[in-house]
C-alpha cells in the first residue's frame, strides 16, 4: 500500500522569506511524486513532479522540490514566498511498479500555506 | 491546448435523488480519473476509465458508477444521494505518452439537501 504524510496543517511564512512545505511517502517500490496547487473553489493545478534522475526537481511558478530516499521526503520548497502562493498544497505519490490495477494517486491531506505580506 | 472541463459547476440534489457529473479530458487523454474532496477527508479516489474500461476503483459503495465513452468523456453517477456525498468532485486526465501526470478540472460542487 502506498500512502503520503504532510505532517503540517499550515504554514505560515513572511512575504520574501523562503517556505518549505513538508511530504513524506510509502511505496513498495520506486515512488513517483508530484505536487499540485489548489486556490479555493478550484481544482488542483499541476506543479511538479519526480519520476528518476535529479534529486532536485524544478517545478511551476518558482516553486522546486527534492527527492530524498533515505528519508522517504519528496519537501516543496521556494526561495521567496509571493502572497500569491498562499493556497492549499497536496503531496502524492503513485508506485512505479504499480499493477494496471492501481495508477490512481494517493494524496497527503494537505497543507494550507499563507504568505504574510 | 483546452484543459479538462467538467459541468455542471454545481449541483444542488435532495436525499435519494441521483445525480450525474459530467467530465471532458484534455485531447489526446485517454484515462479519466475521478476522486472525491469532501470537507475533512481529503482527496479520495473514485474510479479509474482507461480506453473505455473501468480499471479500478476505491473504496465507495457500487452507488458511485460511471462510464467513460469513445470520445473518452466520462459520466459519474451517484445514486441514492446521502447527505455525506456532499463534495467537490475532481475529475482528472492523463495521457499514456507522459508518465502518469494527471491534469484537474475544476470540478463539480455536489450538494445534498
Do not use: M
Not at chain 1, 7 to 28: F, I, M, R
Not at chain 1, 49 to 54: E, H, L
Not at chain 2, 7 to 24: M, N, Y
Request: aromatic share 12%.
Amino acid at each position: 500500500a502506498q500512502s503520503v504524510a504532510q505532517p503540517e496543517d499550515q504554514v505560515n511564512v513572511a512575504e520574501g522569506n523562503p517556505l518549505t512545505v513538508k511530504c513524506t511517502y510509502s511505496v513498495s517500490g520506486n515512488p513517483y511524486l508530484f505536487w499540485y496547487v489548489q486556490y479555493p473553489n478550484r481544482g488542483l493545478q499541476f506543479l511538479l513532479k519526480y519520476i528518476t534522475g535529479d534529486n532536485l526537481v524544478k517545478g511551476s511558478y518558482g516553486f522546486e522540490a527534492e527527492f530524498n530516499k533515505s528519508q522517504t521526503s519528496f519537501h516543496l520548497k521556494k526561495p521567496s514566498a509571493l502572497v500569491s502562493d498562499s493556497a492549499l498544497y497536496f503531496c502524492a505519490v503513485r508506485d512505479s511498479i504499480s499493477s494496471g490495477s492501481a495508477r490512481q494517486l494517493t494524496f497527503g491531506s494537505g497543507t494550507q500555506l499563507t504568505v504574510l505580506p | 491546448e483546452a484543459g479538462v472541463t467538467q459541468s455542471p459547476t454545481h449541483l444542488i440534489k435532495t436525499r435519494g435523488q441521483q445525480a450525474t457529473l459530467r467530465c471532458s479530458p484534455i485531447s489526446g487523454h485517454t484515462s479519466v480519473y475521478w476522486y472525491q474532496q469532501a470537507l475533512g477527508l481529503g482527496l479520495q479516489f473514485l474510479l479509474w476509465y482507461d480506453e473505455g474500461e473501468e480499471r479500478n476503483r476505491g473504496n465507495f459503495p457500487p452507488r458511485f458508477s460511471g462510464r467513460q465513452f469513445p470520445n473518452y468523456s466520462s459520466e459519474l453517477n451517484v445514486n441514492a444521494l446521502e447527505l455525506e456525498d456532499s463534495a467537490l468532485y475532481l475529475c482528472a486526465s492523463s495521457s499514456p505518452r507522459v508518465v502518469d501526470t494527471q491534469y484537474f478540472g475544476p470540478g463539480t460542487r455536489l450538494t445534498v439537501l
